[in-house]
């Protein structure tokens, strides 16, 4: 502070002399008009010398036209102030005395410490045409004076917390083209004063409280060339008058909730190259006026009510890279234009009421690598000609009517990651396929039969292949395919009826009576018996409670090996020798409902997914006196366990860590992109992350994890590891 006040008498030395030099010239005018340039120059210099804002400069006696991001004129009045600190102190916006600077033509604060509330005094900066204030720490309201800054070209306020409405006085800035209001807590109604704006080309408010309808009047803005409003909570009508803005290429209406119907004017705007719909509550067919957007590479109309068919003129949409229709209740057919669309790399008709059958032209559509009809009541067979698609890296076809053999052309599918044919009427043998490690592929639930030709590397869960006519391979928990004459078949199945029949009996009578023994030990045993409230699902036949107590001396403290937020992990070896993981919950805290829910929630999640990347659920026990989940045992335990070692730190070398990283990629997109609904993890930590004696990565802990149903909101509490809570702003915004 010392050198503070030294400065501090400098100035008033100065401006005492520049007083009494004024006194003297006073009669001269071109001279008096020099000095209240200099008392000018001088008050602006005094200014940023009194924000503090250059708190780091050690001498701030030097001329502060010199100094870091002031840009002065020729008379030496600042034009600009361009600051941008990263580190030391926050500093509040309203240090700075803006009423100094009348000749300020720009002004750019993003990405600084700067806080507080946007004060009043700027609209004092009548010149400016530049205003950027983003991704700072303001909060408060946006001041009505922001109107008086008619001169304004740009306005950049984003990534704050401000919060209140946007004041209708914005509708005076004439000259702004550029309005980006977006990530911030704005509330209330979009004034229809924005629609006076009429050279705005972009106007971002996504990411706000917004309510209300979107005015009319925005449709007066003739030169928006990218509009959005996602991420709201608007609701009402999309206002034909938007049809007017036929120089716009992107708009984002996703995720509010506008209900009505799309109205055909969109079909006027020819130059649109994105459009999201999705999320809304809109209702009515689509308007076949969508057929004549050429331009349009991106269509996103997820989870609405809308109804009706694909317009057949959807096949003039020839540069679409995106169709997403799915969640809706659309019926009728593919239509066959679908062919024309050579573009496309993602199609997604999932969850609608689609009818008909898979077009043979798709398989023209060769850089198509995602489509999804899942859901619908499409018939007929897989046509072979889906086999030319070599970059299709997601087919999901389940949930459908539909038959015929699997074409072995699919085994043409050198991308396939995700391989979903699910609860259709499919017959006959199982070709072939192209399967990587990570491939997730299901084929449950249909009436195939014959030999399974995966190899046993992959570990595919069996119950993939589960609910079909007769199945059998190599695979874990499945039948061993036999080769042999019909005849002896035939006696093998008459003998080993006869058998199992004499064994059943015996096994019966012997069970009746072991239980009558048993009938007055714990009343766990009991229980046990009601299947419903006490579950164990044993997908092998190998685990069985007896056996996780004994092996656990009924969760003795010697077999933990961790205690984690919500229970303690033991370590079992099974008298199979296989080893396992339990997590136990915590006895006391066993009748908190979060903890219940959270545990049921692990298992809910787990037993929907499987993945080589994600941790393999054998098992669970789901009672009030034993609640516990039976993993597969990761030897090298936690990442965050392993670089904390200084041993095994080295060990897990550059390359090591990069495939952990990757590991956990691919079982994320898995999670986010080929799940059904989307699973969101929520506390991804190195303490979630498990490595086994390969160092072979899996993602753990679910329990926080959430099922992203895409008819419920995206708002969420807060939930995960403190310090890992995943950070808002990347979420996907065009979806
Ligand atoms: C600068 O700070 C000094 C002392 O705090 C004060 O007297 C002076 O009026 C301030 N000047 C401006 C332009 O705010
Ligand atoms: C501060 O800057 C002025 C002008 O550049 C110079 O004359 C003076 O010596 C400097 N003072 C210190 C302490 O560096
Ligand atoms: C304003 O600052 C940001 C961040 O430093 C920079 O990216 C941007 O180009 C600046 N704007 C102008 C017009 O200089
Ligand atoms: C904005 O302009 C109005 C009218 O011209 C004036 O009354 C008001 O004081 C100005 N506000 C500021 C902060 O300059
Ligand atoms: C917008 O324009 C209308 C009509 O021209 C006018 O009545 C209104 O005052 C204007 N509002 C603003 C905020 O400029
Ligand atoms: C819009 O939001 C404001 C502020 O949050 C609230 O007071 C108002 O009731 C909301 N209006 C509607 C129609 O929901
Ligand atoms: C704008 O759209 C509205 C509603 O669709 C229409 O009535 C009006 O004539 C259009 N105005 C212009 C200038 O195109
Ligand atoms: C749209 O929603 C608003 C508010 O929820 C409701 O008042 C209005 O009737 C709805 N309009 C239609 C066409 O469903
Ligand atoms: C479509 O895109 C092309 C190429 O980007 C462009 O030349 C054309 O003006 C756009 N608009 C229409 C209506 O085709
Ligand atoms: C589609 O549904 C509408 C009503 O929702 C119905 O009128 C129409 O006949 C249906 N079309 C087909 C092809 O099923
Ligand atoms: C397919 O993608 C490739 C590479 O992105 C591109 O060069 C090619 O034009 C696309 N094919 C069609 C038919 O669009
Ligand atoms: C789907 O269509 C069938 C007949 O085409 C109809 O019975 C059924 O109600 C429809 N389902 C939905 C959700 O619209």
Redesign the pocket.
């Known amino acids: 502070m010392e050198w503070y006040s030294i400065n501090t008498c400098r100035v008033l030395v100065v401006s005492v002399v520049l007083l009494s030099y004024n006194m003297l010239l006073i009669s001269s005018p071109p001279a008096a008009a020099a000095a209240t340039t200099d008392a000018q120059v001088e008050a602006e210099a005094e200014a940023l010398r009194n924000s503090t804002w250059w708190w780091y400069m050690e001498n701030t006696t030097s001329h502060h036209c010199t100094w870091d991001g002031i840009t002065c004129n020729r008379e030496g009045h600042v034009i600009q102030i361009y600051f941008s600190g990263h580190y030391g102190p926050m500093i509040e916006l309203s240090q700075m005395k803006f009423s100094s600077f009348p000749s300020l033509l720009r002004l750019n604060l993003s990405h600084s410490l700067i806080y507080g509330r946007i004060p009043d005094e700027i609209g004092t900066l009548t010149k400016l045409t530049y205003l950027r204030i983003s991704d700072c720490r303001l909060d408060g309201e946006l001041p009505v004076s922001l109107g008086n800054l008619t001169l304004l070209e740009e306005l950049d306020l984003s990534g704050n917390s401000l919060s209140g409405v946007i004041p209708s006085s914005l509708g005076y800035l004439k000259n702004l083209i550029h309005l980006d209001l977006r990530y911030n807590s704005l509330s209330g109604a979009i004034s229809s004063s924005l629609g006076n704006l009429t050279n705005l080309e972009c106007l971002y408010l996504h990411f706000n409280r917004i309510n209300g309808s979107i005015p009319s009047e925005i449709g007066n803005l003739k030169n928006l060339v990218r509009l959005s409003l996602s991420y709201n909570s608007l ?3 999309i206002p034909s008058s938007l049809g007017n803005l036929t120089n716009l290429e992107c708009l984002y209406l996703n995720f509010n ?1 506008i ?2 119907s799309i109205p055909s004017e969109i079909g006027n705007l020819k130059n649109l190259v994105r459009l999201s719909l999705s999320h809304n ?1 809109l ?1 009515g067919v689509i308007p076949s006026s969508l057929g004549h957007l050429t331009n349009l590479t991106y269509f996103h109309l997820i989870n609405n009510q809308i109804q009706g068919p694909i317009p057949l003129s959807f096949g003039h949409l020839t540069n679409l890279v995106h169709l997403y229709l799915c969640y809706n209740q659309m019926n009728g057919s593919i239509p066959p234009g679908i062919r024309n669309l050579k573009n496309l790399i993602h199609l997604r008709l999932d969850h609608n009421n689609l009818t008909g059958v898979i077009p043979s032209s798709l398989g023209d559509l060769i850089n198509l690598t995602e489509f999804n009809i899942c859901g619908n009541q499409i018939r007929g067979c897989i046509p072979f000609e889906i086999g030319n698609l070599k970059n299709m890296a997601s087919l999901d076809l389940s949930n459908n009517l539909i038959n015929g053999k699997i074409p072995s052309q699919l085994q043409n599918l050198k991308s396939i990651e995700n391989l979903n044919l699910s609860r259709n009427k499919l017959s006959g043998r199982i070709p072939t396929l192209s399967m990587y490690r990570w491939t997730s592929i299901d084929l449950s639930y249909n009436d195939l039969e014959g030999h399974i030709p995966f190899e046993l590397q992959f570990e595919y869960h069996p119950k993939v292949f589960s609910h079909n006519k007769g199945l059998c391979g190599e695979i874990k928990g499945w039948p061993h395919c036999k080769r042999r004459h019909k005849t002896i078949v035939i006696t093998v199945i008459a003998i080993s009826t006869i058998l199992f029949l004499s064994f059943a009996v015996f096994g019966f009578l012997l069970l009746l009576q072991k239980t009558r023994q048993n009938q007055t030990k714990t009343p766990l045993k009991k229980n046990e018996k009601n299947g419903d409230i006490f579950s164990i699902w044993n997908y092998d036949g190998k685990i069985a409670y007896e056996d996780i107590i004994e092996a656990t001396e009924d969760f003795d403290i010697k077999y933990c090996i961790g205690t984690g937020g919500y229970g303690s992990v033991y370590k079992a070896q099974l008298p199979t020798g296989n080893v396992v993981a339990l997590k136990k919950l915590h006895g006391w805290e066993r009748d908190e409902a979060t903890y219940l829910k959270s545990f049921q929630n692990e298992v809910q999640i787990l037993s929907k997914i499987q993945h080589r990347n994600i941790v393999k659920l054998h098992g669970y026990c789901l009672h009030k006196r034993c609640m516990f989940l039976i993993y597969k045992y990761m030897e090298r335990g936690s990442l965050y366990c392993v670089l904390s070692n200084e041993v095994e730190a080295l060990e897990l070398d550059w390359i090591k860590r990069v495939n952990v990283v990757k590991s956990i990629v691919h079982a994320l997109c898995y999670m986010h992109h080929d799940s059904t609904p989307p699973i969101i993890h929520r506390d991804i930590s190195s303490n979630n992350i498990l490595l086994d004696f390969k160092l072979d990565t899996f993602l753990s802990d679910f329990g926080t994890a959430r099922l992203l149903h895409p008819d419920s909101s995206n708002q969420t509490l807060l939930a995960g590891t403190y310090g890992y809570i995943a950070p808002g702003k990347y979420m996907p915004i065009f979806l």
């Open positions: 609701f009402g009508v909730r209900n009505g509550s209702v």
